[in-house]
């Protein structure tokens, strides 16, 4: 938890300069949701900060980008890469990013720096920020899948030993914190996420989302019920597990949709592997997404952001992942996970047929909903007070 030093001499009238950065989806959404989250607390505390946000560019495909259309992200700044290869990107936000904290800081001090989830984007722009001497803020901190590998578990445990502040989405990745001997830098927000689908999504009902296929966006109309399904984890992008997959979903009694990551589809068709009746999209917009899971039947996933989604509008969903950090979820029997045989494949089917209509109600293990105001307000206590 966070320990409160003497306070100093702090002017509480100077406003707190803060730089948000995103370069991928998931950062596009989250940054969605604060800015939303943000736009309806106090002007008292809104006039404490001064926000910049950055898109530092990791992702580039229309398929992974649109969110920022769709959603009206605001952005101050956004880096462009003239190279796809993702260690040039990589390359280029460390070098770009330092230059632009160096622009951005001719106008004033900047004091902090805010990153997110655990991608390179996140270890990247935290190590910039040390080397600037700005603090770091890592929301989405002390997830640990336990083993100690896989990038994104690198890229996380980076980003909270870089940081000042740690707010974790959970209880658990709190202790994570602790054990680490972090516990002096680390806060329990609850999941941001939460605080937008509670507010903007929970009581709602539709008739039909919108998907994008080849950069165009169509409409499906809720009729049939579903199974919603996608992976993306380079774990993940292997050709027995896929056409296993696929096999599956083609003998349910469910219509079927997978959303392809550009690096999944792309396997998909030089493997040629048939997806038979299965709706392939390149992308579903994260507001369209929010409908597509809460009229779904169930849920099968590697992604983190699915997987809390399908929680909060009580659906079962199955993980596809040996990788997954919301172990808190699957203690709730609320999901599954599983491995990559057909075997485990067909035991995931089968519990998620039986359990679909069980009612797991959310039991607050992702926050009350106020995990955004959390993180503000305790950003504005941590300046006042060292």
């Known amino acids: 938890m966070l320990v409160a030093q003497s306070v100093k001499n702090k002017d509480t009238s100077k406003k707190i300069r803060v730089v948000v950065v995103g370069g991928i989806r998931t950062h596009y959404i989250k940054i969605h949701a604060i800015q939303k989250v943000f736009s309806k607390f106090s002007a008292e505390l809104q006039d404490r900060f001064e926000i910049i946000y950055v898109n530092v560019g990791q992702h580039y495909d229309y398929a992974l980008t649109c969110h920022i259309e769709t959603l009206h992200v605001h952005f101050d700044y956004t880096l462009q890469h003239e190279s796809k290869n993702s260690y040039d990107i990589l ?6 990013f330092g230059e632009l904290i ?5 106008n004033g001090k900047i004091d902090y720096v805010v990153v997110m989830g655990d991608v390179a984007t996140t270890a990247v722009a935290a190590m910039v920020a040390v080397i600037k001497s700005i603090k770091v803020v890592h929301i989405e901190g002390g997830g640990r899948v336990g083993r100690g590998n896989g990038n994104e578990e690198y890229y996380r445990t980076i980003a909270d030993h870089c940081s000042t502040l740690c707010f974790a989405s959970t209880q658990e990745s709190n202790k994570n914190l602790l054990s680490e001997g972090l516990g002096v830098r680390s806060c329990f927000s609850g999941d941001i996420m939460y605080d937008y689908v509670k507010d903007y999504f929970q009581n709602e009902s539709f008739t039909e989302f919108d998907y994008v296929l080849e950069n165009e966006h169509k409409s499906y109309q809720l009729g049939r019920p579903y199974i919603l399904s996608s992976l993306h984890h380079v774990e993940n992008i292997d050709e027995n597990l896929l056409q296993n997959l696929f096999l599956i979903l083609s003998d349910s009694k469910y219509d079927s949709i997978f959303i392809a990551h550009p690096r999944i589809k792309k396997f998909i068709a030089d493997k040629r592997i048939d997806t038979r009746k299965t709706l392939v999209v390149d992308a579903i917009p994260y507001q369209e997404n929010l409908k597509a899971i809460k009229n779904s039947v169930f849920c099968l996933t590697d992604s983190g952001g699915i997987q809390r989604e399908a929680y909060y509008f009580n659906k079962r969903c199955i993980v596809c992942s040996d990788l997954t950090v919301w172990k808190t979820i699957i203690k709730t029997g609320s999901n599954i996970q599983i491995g990559k045989t057909l075997e485990e ?17 959310y039991n607050g293990c992702f926050g009350d909903g106020q995990a955004v105001q959390t993180i503000f307000k305790t950003i504005v206590k941590h300046y006042e007070t060292v």
């Open 102 to 106: 160096d622009t951005i800081s001719l």
């Open 91 to 96: 390359s280029t936000i460390f070098n770009r």
């Open 345 to 361: 494949l067909k035991r995931g089917i089968q519990w998620a047929e039986e359990n679909a209509t069980v009612d797991y109600k």
